[in-house]
């Protein structure tokens, strides 16, 4: 008998992070899953939008950045929620009703059990739409980020939660 394993979707995502902090990350995350593996397509920011508009940022974003883009990964730093355009970001993909996978780094914050993660992330980890995982277990397991992109865009779009007021600037 014969048995064929369907080869994971290729799905173009977009990758938001702190970029001063979490540079060195990214980089990793994109040479291991986008160079090494081929599973991903990244469209990240390259913080080039001058404007201190918030509607024109946030069209940007959405028609330059995350157009195409299927679901968000939101790569968790110690200073990631701090980051206004974090938040904008997820704003914006959650908008476009977008997936929204969060990635703990090594370099996240712990309180207690859990980790500090982006406001309106933990609200839709909270509400059941976003998936979490954290850097380590997911370079043990690579396969991982193609089920949680796909976990995530299988879940009901009424659990989306976005009406927590954006951050207007950073902390």
């Not at 508009?53 to 929620?81: A, D």
Request: hydrophobic fraction near 35%; charge should be positive.
């Amino acid at each position: 008998m014969v048995y064929y394993v369907e080869k994971p979707k290729r799905r173009k995502i977009f990758v938001s992070y702190h970029h001063r902090n979490d540079q060195a990350a990214y980089d990793n995350f994109s040479t291991y899953f986008h160079d090494g593996l081929e599973t991903i397509t990244d469209n990240s920011i390259e913080r080039a939008i001058d404007s201190a508009s918030f509607e024109y940022i946030m069209r940007r974003i959405r028609e330059t950045h995350l157009n195409g883009s299927s679901c968000t990964v939101v790569l968790c730093g110690s200073e990631t929620p701090k980051r206004r355009y974090v938040d904008w970001e997820i704003q914006a993909s959650l908008a476009q009703e977008m997936g929204l996978v969060g990635i703990g780094l090594p370099s996240i914050v712990w309180e207690g059990k859990g980790t500090w993660k982006p406001a309106r992330l933990q609200d839709n980890i909270d509400s059941g739409y976003a998936t979490w995982i954290l850097w380590n277990e997911l370079v043990a397991n690579p396969h991982l980020l193609n089920a949680k992109i796909e976990e995530t865009l299988a879940k009901p779009k009424w659990t989306i939660s976005n009406a927590r007021q954006r951050l207007t600037r950073n902390a």
